[in-house]
C-alpha cells in the first residue's frame, strides 16, 4: 500500500486547499480519458488518486489514517505487520564493539549509528515531515567528544527517552467495525490500553539501553574521575582550611588569656599603690588598731592593781 500523502505528492500536514490543488492536477494528468495508450496503467493511478483523496478530504478518515499509517503501509489491521524496527536487545552485549575507538567495530562508532537508527525511525513516527524535529534528539558524538557539550546532553535527554511510536499496528480491534458508538468506545479503550503497553515497553528498552551503554563509556568514566578527583581536592582544602581556623582561634584564645593576666598584674600594682598613698597621707589603720587596743589593756590593768 502507498501512502496517500505520497500518492497525492503533498506533506503530512497540507490544507484542504493543498490536498485540493494537488488532487486535481493529478486527477486530469492519469484521468482514463487521456490516456488512452496506457489505459491500464492510468486506471490503476487514477484509482490510487481518487482513495488517497476522498480519505485525506475526510477530517475524521484523514485523523485515523494518520494514527494507523505506519501499520497501513506495513501490512497491519488487514494483514501481517513487517515490524523492520530495530532489534535493540544484540546491543546489550559487548561482542556488539570492538574497543573504544571510532573505528568501524569501534564502541562509539557503533553506538553512535545505532542511536542516529533510533532517531531515524522516530522520525517516521513523527506527524510532521519536519527535518528540524531531528534537533530535539542530541547525538552521541565520538571519543572525543565535549563532556558538558555532547556527553551530558546526550545522556539527559536519552535517559528520559519517550517514543513517538504510537504502536497502532498493536491494535487488536478495528473500530470501523463497530455497530454502534458504545461497541466503538470499548473498542478504542482496548486499543489505547494496547499501545501504552507498547510505548511503555519501548521507553524502558531503550532507556535500558542507554543505561547499558552509559555504564561502559570510557567518557562518562573519565569526567566521574575528574570529579572525584576534585572533590577530593575540596575535602583537602576544606580540612586545611578548618586546621588554619583552629589554631587561629587557639591563638587568639591563648593571647587573650596573656592579656587577661597582664590586665589583672597591671590592676593590682595600682591597688598597692593606692593603699600605699592612703597610708602615707591618713596612717596605718591597722597600726592604730593595735595602738588603741594596747592603751586600753594597760588602763584595765591599772585599775585591777591598784
Known amino acids: ?142 571519543s572525543q567528544s565535549d563532556y558538558d557539550t555532547v556527553v551530558h546532553v546526550f545522556y539527559a535527554y536519552w535517559q528520559s527517552f519517550c517514543t513517538r511510536k504510537n504502536f497502532a499496528w498493536k491494535e487488536e480491534f478495528d473500530t470501523r467495525q463497530a455497530s454502534n458508538r458504545w461497541e466503538k468506545r470499548a473498542m478504542e479503550k482496548e486499543n489505547k490500553k494496547t499501545r501504552e503497553k507498547a510505548r511503555k515497553e519501548r521507553n524502558d528498552l531503550v532507556r535500558q539501553l542507554v543505561a547499558f551503554v552509559r555504564k561502559r563509556d570510557r567518557r562518562v568514566q573519565a569526567h566521574r574521575k575528574l570529579v572525584e578527583e576534585q572533590n577530593a581536592e575540596k575535602i583537602k582544602k576544606m580540612e586545611e582550611l578548618r586546621r588554619q581556623q583552629k589554631l587561629k582561634q587557639a591563638k587568639l584564645a591563648e593571647e587573650y588569656k596573656e592579656q587577661s593576666w597582664v590586665a589583672m598584674s597591671e590592676l593590682e600594682k595600682e591597688l598597692q599603690q593606692i593603699e600605699a598613698q592612703y597610708g602615707e597621707e591618713f596612717g596605718d589603720a591597722s597600726e592604730s588598731e593595735e595602738e588603741d587596743v594596747d592603751v586600753g589593756t594597760f588602763q584595765k590593768n591599772i585599775e585591777r592593781d591598784g
Open 1 to 142: 500500500m502507498r501512502c496517500h500523502y505520497e500518492v497525492l505528492g503533498v506533506k503530512r500536514d497540507a490544507g484542504d486547499d493543498d490536498l485540493k490543488k494537488s488532487y486535481r492536477k493529478l486527477a486530469l494528468k492519469w484521468h482514463p480519458d487521456k490516456n488512452l495508450e496506457n489505459a491500464e496503467e492510468a486506471a490503476e493511478q487514477f484509482k490510487l488518486i481518487q482513495a488517497a483523496y476522498d480519505v485525506l478530504s475526510d477530517p475524521q478518515e484523514r485523523a485515523w489514517y494518520d494514527n494507523h499509517r505506519e501499520a497501513l503501509l506495513k501490512g497491519g489491521l488487514s494483514g501481517d505487520y513487517e515490524d523492520d524496527s530495530i532489534d535493540l536487545l544484540q546491543y546489550f552485549t559487548v561482542t556488539c564493539y570492538s574497543g573504544y575507538g571510532d573505528d568501524e567495530k569501534g564502541f562509539y562508532t557503533v553506538y553512535r549509528n545505532l542511536f542516529e537508527s533510533i532517531v531515524k525511525e522516530e522520525m517516521e513516527h513523527s506527524r510532521m515531515d519536519d527535518e528540524e524535529e531531528e534537533e530535539g534528539f542530541p547525538p552521541f558524538g565520538d
